[in-house]
């Protein structure tokens, strides 16, 4: 896969804090990002591996993250993916700041590495399904902190399972680090109240619990149960059809921006691709013989 080493998993080590540090090199783990195609290849399990740094950007992980993803996107037998951290205490804490104080402070640091963003380019995830075209469906297996960074991954997946020890939090304003440009779409997924005070107030962190009282979860489970859970969510995925889930996916995110009637003129257009389909022959009929249906996406 480009951009994602393919080796073997027996040359790597677990990570264990009583045993690797900070400096610890990321050979050691493998490649920033692994991606196991399970189901033959019809989902796709999407790991951020940096256990070291609490899966926190760096070493090439948000352009190792866009090849997974894109991957993911063109693979025609890819149905579903589900993306997670290495380790069990962070999903991601998003940049790794030790490394960008180093950078910032170094002296040929010029305007945009002291915290100035260009526009968006090049290799980045976000926001994953306008901005990749990426309408199959994601979801986000969080298996610790998702901070700063880590936040805006998760909220980048369809839906969120939260293993119950995990919490989340927005910590940019407390190091003047950027990120409204990505936090302008969190009303989509919170309540204005919710988004403010995460946003704000940088030293707020929800539980797994606030998390799903607050309907940014879907699911908390015990962390023994979490990917297990994921994927139970992947599998039945599989048994939707896929270009209808697509179509809903894309629907429901295009729709927030729009009236009603421009909704509506967009969700009855786009629906057309399903004239003409053997998946619509066969939904019917798999409800009238009451057996499962076999969608094939054509």
């Known amino acids: 896969m480009e951009g994602v080493p393919v080796m073997d998993e027996t040359q790597y080590e677990t990570y264990d804090p009583e045993k690797h540090g900070r400096n610890t090199p990321q050979e050691t783990f493998g490649p920033v990002v692994k991606v196991d195609k399970i189901e033959d290849g019809q989902i796709y399990?999407?790991?951020?591996?940096?256990?070291?740094?609490?899966?926190?950007?760096?070493?090439?992980?948000?352009?190792?993250?866009?090849?997974?993803?894109?991957?993911?996107?063109?693979?025609?037998?890819?149905?579903?993916?589900?993306?997670?951290?290495?380790?069990?205490?962070?999903?991601?804490?998003?940049?790794?700041?030790?490394?960008?104080?180093?950078?910032?402070?170094?002296?040929?640091?010029?305007?945009?590495?002291?915290?100035?963003?260009?526009?968006?380019?090049?290799?980045?995830?976000?926001?994953?399904?306008?901005?990749?075209?990426?309408?199959?469906?994601?979801?986000?297996?969080?298996?610790?902190?998702?901070?700063?960074?880590g936040f805006m991954y998760a909220m980048q997946c369809d839906i969120r399972i939260m293993a119950e020890h995990a919490r989340v939090g927005i910590a940019e304003v407390r190091w003047n680090m950027p990120g409204g440009y990505w936090m302008a779409p969190m009303t989509r997924q919170l309540g204005l109240g919710?988004?403010?005070?995460?946003?704000?107030?940088?030293?707020?962190?929800?539980?797994?619990?606030?998390?799903?009282?607050?309907?940014?979860?879907?699911?908390?489970?015990?962390?023994?149960?979490?990917?297990e859970t994921a994927m139970d969510y992947a599998r039945r995925a599989l048994l939707m059809a896929p270009r209808s889930v697509r179509n809903i996916k894309e629907a429901l995110y295009r729709g927030y921006y729009m009236?009603?009637?421009?909704?509506?003129?967009?969700?009855?257009?786009?629906?057309?691709?399903?004239?003409?389909?053997?998946?619509?022959?066969?939904?019917?009929?798999?409800?009238s013989e009451k057996r499962r249906p076999n969608f094939t996406d054509s």
């Open 194 to 227: 919710s988004a403010l005070e995460l946003s704000l107030w940088g030293d707020t962190q929800y539980t797994a619990q606030r998390c799903y009282e607050i309907g940014w979860a879907q699911r908390v489970v015990p962390a023994d149960e979490l990917m």
């Open 259 to 287: 009236d009603p009637l421009q909704a509506d003129a967009f969700g009855r257009a786009m629906e057309q691709n399903l004239t003409g389909m053997q998946d619509s022959v066969e939904g019917p009929t798999a409800f």
């Open 45 to 149: 399990v999407i790991t951020m591996n940096r256990p070291h740094r609490m899966n926190s950007m760096g070493d090439g992980l948000p352009e190792a993250l866009y090849d997974a993803f894109t991957e993911f996107r063109d693979d025609s037998t890819g149905r579903v993916a589900i993306l997670t951290g290495a380790g069990s205490k962070a999903f991601s804490a998003g940049a790794d700041l030790i490394a960008t104080s180093e950078m910032r402070q170094s002296p040929s640091a010029n305007r945009r590495s002291r915290g100035y963003r260009a526009p968006r380019q090049g290799k980045n995830i976000v926001p994953l399904s306008e901005g990749m075209n990426l309408w199959k469906p994601t979801i986000a297996a969080v298996n610790g902190f998702a901070i700063a960074g």
